[in-house]
């Protein structure tokens, strides 16, 4: 936490135990868990940002405080009481169970991976305002960004963004849906690309819902299917392939046999690359302890320790 410059408490804190424990700085760094050179870094660092000597020297060793260094003292030690009152009134207010969370998905985590996560969060934290937004995995990329939401959740682009940490979720597949008298039912061998190509597709908008792995599966293939119409929505995918405007490539998630029953489904996890939805916070931004609960509602593996953990991870990668 810097206070200006390069001043930052870790500065503060090794003059304040040099002073208290009789200018030992051995003592200091097994207090402060650091090197003796690092202690003596951090001093002379916050000499050099003062512009004045804190420390009396007498060859390597400290022997007592300058003039400057003892007027400096107190406001050293007003300034790193003030912190810790800072950081116990963080963790008090971070430990509330009221206030507002705002969660930015795509339509289809929002419509088919988040209700009974909402539902549940909401019975473990009553008193807090859930306002879920949705967008393009770009549009939620932009929220997290600019503080509008405090987590987002979608499949693809997410991890592009240096500004954001994500986490892995969950993966799933592509289902291939069609009205009950398609030909494509009659196979009795695994359906192929070749075969799906011979059929106009409705699928996902670009940058939704795993379409790049789909373009990819057809163009390694070298086959360019003819594509009669894109939505970001399955619920309207699957409506235009009932009127049989074509077949549809939605997530399997998306489909429920016994709501969907004007189509059929056939699986394709074997002929797109299997996708991972994200869930991303932005760096650096400061979670309440019932955001950690929405995430973990979510993803049970992904605990608040495990959040923090990869949190720290990613901060040192780009450091």
């Known amino acids: 936490m810097g206070l200006g410059g390069t001043l930052n408490f870790q500065q503060l804190k090794s003059v304040r135990e040099t002073v208290r424990s009789g200018f030992n700085l051995t003592e200091v760094a097994a207090i402060l868990h650091t090197s003796q050179p690092g202690v003596s870094r951090q001093i002379r660092e916050l000499e050099e940002e003062l512009g004045v000597d804190i420390f009396v020297r007498l060859g390597k060793r400290l022997t007592g405080l300058t003039a400057p260094g003892s007027a400096l003292l107190p406001v050293v030690?007003?300034?790193?009481?003030?912190?810790?009152?800072?950081?116990?009134?963080?963790?008090?207010?971070?430990?509330?169970?009221?206030?507002?969370?705002?969660?930015?998905?795509?339509?289809?985590?929002?419509?088919?991976?988040?209700p009974h996560v909402v539902r549940d969060f909401r019975e473990k934290f009553p008193q807090v305002t859930l306002h879920l937004h949705q967008g393009s995995p770009k549009q939620i990329a932009e929220m997290l960004i600019s503080g509008e939401a405090d987590i987002g959740v979608a499949t693809e682009a997410l991890a592009n963004y240096p500004q954001l940490v994500t986490l892995p979720c969950y993966r799933w597949t592509h289902s291939i849906v069609v009205p009950p008298d398609h030909p494509l039912l009659t196979h009795t061998e695994p359906i192929t690309l070749q075969q799906l190509a011979q059929?106009?597709?409705?699928?996902?908008?670009?940058?939704?819902?795993?379409?790049?792995?789909?373009?990819?599966?057809?163009?390694?293939?070298?086959?360019?299917?003819?594509?009669?119409?894109?939505?970001?929505?399955?619920?309207?995918?699957?409506?235009?392939?009932?009127?049989?405007?074509?077949?549809?490539?939605?997530?399997s998630i998306a489909v429920d046999a016994e709501r969907d029953t004007a189509l059929r489904l056939i699986d394709a996890r074997h002929l797109f690359e299997i996708n991972l939805t994200?869930?991303?916070?932005?760096?650096?931004?400061?979670?309440?302890?019932?955001?950690?609960?929405?995430?973990?509602?979510?993803?049970?593996?992904?605990?608040?320790?495990?959040?923090?953990?990869?949190?720290?991870?990613?901060?040192?990668?780009?450091?």
């Open 278 to 319: 994200r869930l991303a916070i932005r760096r650096g931004t400061w979670l309440r302890a019932y955001a950690y609960g929405f995430i973990e509602t979510f993803v049970p593996t992904l605990n608040r320790a495990a959040v923090e953990q990869a949190v720290s991870a990613a901060t040192l990668e780009i450091s």
């Open 77 to 114: 030690e007003r300034l790193l009481h003030d912190a810790d009152n800072l950081k116990r009134a963080g963790l008090d207010f971070s430990s509330r169970t009221d206030g507002p969370l705002s969660v930015a998905a795509t339509h289809s985590q929002a419509r088919y991976a988040l």
């Open 199 to 251: 059929y106009p597709l409705i699928t996902y908008n670009m940058g939704f819902t795993g379409r790049s792995h789909i373009d990819r599966a057809f163009e390694q293939a070298g086959l360019h299917p003819e594509i009669a119409l894109t939505a970001m929505d399955a619920d309207v995918i699957k409506t235009y392939v009932e009127l049989g405007m074509g077949v549809g490539i939605v997530a």
